[in-house]
């Protein structure tokens, strides 16, 4: 990959999950968690750069895992997976790890 693909955390941050020149096909997933308490969704949004700011880095795409239990903040566990392909398709997906909803 010649850039990062990373994820925007709180605060705007930018999250790498595949760092630039890893060699394809490859799959990285890591768990993060909520917010804020009784979050019941979480928006998802897949960031390809270097800059430490997610506004700073290309916006790839956005999505919504929707549907995950109320909780306090920090208790759920939503594994982020980016996967690429020897073509270099990248599929993203979060899955909440207590219910296995997948988005």
């Known amino acids: ?21 890893t060699t394809i096909p490859t799959k990285k997933s890591q768990v993060f968690s909520t917010a804020a308490d009784g979050q019941t969704q979480v928006g998802v949004r897949v960031l390809q750069g270097e800059r430490e700011m997610a506004s700073d880095n290309k916006l790839l795409g956005e999505f919504e895992l929707v549907g995950i239990p109320p909780a306090p903040r920090g208790v759920p566990q939503i594994e982020v997976t980016f996967d690429i392909d020897a073509n270099g398709i990248v599929t993203v997906s979060a899955k909440d790890k207590a219910t296995n909803k997948e988005q």
């Open 1 to 21: 990959t010649p850039l990062s693909l990373g994820i925007e955390t709180l605060g705007g941050v930018f999250t790498r999950l595949i760092n630039r020149n």
